[in-house]
């Protein structure tokens, strides 16, 4: 059984650099799968923010690509999140989650998530 | 690219049957069967209850079933019970600008 867990500080200051880990466990981060970063602003949406396949291949959403970098670490089994020039407007609760394999955008395993805020 | 569009609310008795829409364009769910519905209970993880538009995974109730007609998709919990009450999201694939995955905005369902 597959799980995902995140990692990292719940507080960063404005203009400073997000950084998240997420740890997988039960499985392989080289199994063809796909794996994503989505965020939920309190009160709000959910967001996908970008994903990283082994390889190194990686795909963002556009509205954040200028400050997203999503990267693996195969050795490590794990992937991890950098989102840089952060405002009050990043503070979320951050997800990784795993793409279905064969199944495109389809999110079936996912972290239970960690809140970050962002404040001085 | 936009959230896709998704009723606030919406409600039902236990045993009813209740509809979730979600409304894009014709560059995410028009135009691509890659559509899926999340559950959220808050404070837990999200969970995938339907993939690729109408399919179901293993483990989840076949009271869940989903649909797409152009541009819109829908998401319908028949036989309603009080565990239902959560928020839903639906996702899809998007080309509006470059590959990327869009979210709905949400829908709470509350059981009366």
């Known amino acids: 059984q597959v799980q995902l867990q995140e990692s990292g500080p719940g507080l960063v200051k404005p203009s400073g650099t997000l950084s998240l880990t997420c740890a997988v466990s039960?499985?392989?981060?080289?199994?063809?799968?796909?794996w994503s970063w989505v965020r939920q602003p309190p009160g709000k949406g959910l967001e996908w923010i970008g994903e990283?396949?082994?390889?190194?291949?990686?795909n963002y959403n556009p509205s954040l690509k200028s400050r997203v970098t999503i990267s693996a670490d195969k050795s490590k089994n794990q992937f991890s999140l950098k989102l840089s020039s952060v405002t009050a407007a990043d503070t979320a609760v951050y997800y990784c989650?795993?793409?279905?394999?064969?199944?495109?955008?389809?999110?079936?395993?996912w972290g239970q998530g960690t809140m970050v805020t962002v404040s001085s | 690219q936009s959230a896709l569009t998704q009723p606030a609310s919406v409600s039902g008795s236990p045993g009813q049957s209740i509809t979730i829409s979600c409304t894009g364009t014709s560059s995410d769910v028009g135009g691509y069967n890659y559509v899926s519905w999340y559950q959220h209970h808050p404070g837990k993880a999200p969970k995938l209850m339907i993939y690729e538009v109408s399919n179901r995974p293993s483990g989840v109730s076949n009271r869940f079933s989903a649909s797409k007609s152009g541009n819109t998709a829908s998401l319908t919990i028949s036989g309603l019970q009080a565990e239902d009450e959560a928020d839903y999201y639906c996702?899809?694939?998007?080309?509006?600008?470059?590959?990327?995955?869009?979210f709905g905005t949400g829908t709470k369902v509350t059981v009366l």
């Open positions: 039960g499985g392989s981060i080289s199994s063809g799968n796909w």
């Open positions: 990283i396949y082994h390889s190194g291949n990686t």
């Open positions: 996702s899809s694939y998007t080309s509006s600008i470059t590959l990327a995955y869009v």
């Open positions: 989650a795993r793409a279905r394999l064969g199944a495109t955008g389809a999110f079936d395993i």
